[in-house]
């Protein structure tokens, strides 16, 4: 008896019965049709072994003239550009300025107080610091000059950042001339509902009682990017637009 071919039909039908369907496929799992023929439906593999920083809220895929393939990940905190498993800070810089002495250090203490007239930094920024001089003890040079996240913001010339060691004594104006790098402002990772006029429906609530339902106050940080030829054009939601050139 010669060989036949079998030729099925692809797609899976459920309108006939398993008898009827003859020359196609009644039932399947874990598969999916392509180019007419039937192929495993993989599952998720883990992109990356590396961690980045905040909550991701868009990506961008895109590929560079050297056919080097990047994705760009935007995130509450930072933006990122992804390639091979590893994570480039590529976050633009809002700000660079020049500070004498701006370091306060208290005896015992992690908590290190910056002072910068009109900073324009909030509470969760980054700022990286070069040029610094330690301020003795455990507060070297090397423990400045790096990048550190702003813990709070007292007033609009001064903030606080902790570093990774505690002060062996208290200190005041020094660190010599250095050179401060912002990058642009943080923002949040969800929505923040507020209540009052126009929130919810006219007549919802009592007269003159406060609305029960939430009205946005607070945006979550978004980004829109897109690429132009091999260069990245980032627009974080109500802020300005940033190009990043890949040579």
Known sequence: MPLTKLQFRPGVDRERTSYTNEGGYFASNLIRFREGFPEQMGG??????????????????FVTLNRTTYVGVGTHLKYYLESGGSFTDITPIRSTVVLSGPFA??????????TDTSHGAVVGDFVTFSGATGLGGNVTAAILNAEHQIVTVPDADTYTITLSVTANASDTGNGGTVTAAYQINVGLDTVVLGSGWGAGTWGADGWGDPSSEGVETGTLRLCSQDNFGEDLLINVRDGAIYYWDAT
Not at 44 to 61: A, D, I, M, Y
């Open 44 to 61: 998720w593999v883990k992109n990356s072994e590396n961690q980045f920083r905040g909550t991701c809220r868009s990506l961008h895929p």
């Open 105 to 114: 250090a208290v005896n015992g203490s992690a908590t290190l107080t910056v």
